[in-house]
């Protein structure tokens, strides 16, 4: 019943920034987690960051700490993952996730969004 929408992709030089949005509808709670995931060409799909709907319990990967940062907008309905100083390694399909379990894996995902970051 959550239906998620990514939109923000494009191409950037590496150290330029890019602000990927999640647009959330269907069915919603305070207790739902938000996150994003990325999946590089022949890697297996990775965590980068989530939080709480409520904007608690906010958690990113050490490879994007300091550089990305997740929030949200609850009058939206929208999870923001602002990257900056993107590097070629950061190029891959992101994508958004949902869950109303507070320990269970994601099960609602969006259909991705392209991130390509040249040298």
């Known amino acids: 019943q959550v239906q998620l929408v990514e939109s923000g992709g494009g191409s950037v030089q590496a150290g330029g920034s890019l602000r990927l949005s999640c647009a959330a509808s269907g069915s919603t709670f305070s207790s739902s987690r938000m996150g994003w995931f990325r999946q590089a060409p022949g890697k297996e799909r990775e965590f980068v960051a989530s939080l709480w709907w409520s904007g608690a319990n906010i958690v990113y990967s050490n490879s994007v700490k300091g550089r990305f940062t997740i929030s949200r907008d609850n009058a939206k309905n929208t999870v923001v993952l602002q990257m900056n100083s993107l590097k070629p390694e950061d190029t891959a399909v992101y994508f958004c996730?949902?869950?109303?379990?507070?320990?269970?894996?994601?099960?609602?995902w969006g259909q991705g969004t392209q991130v390509t970051v040249s040298s």
């Open positions: 996730a949902a869950t109303k379990s507070v320990v269970g894996p994601f099960d609602y």
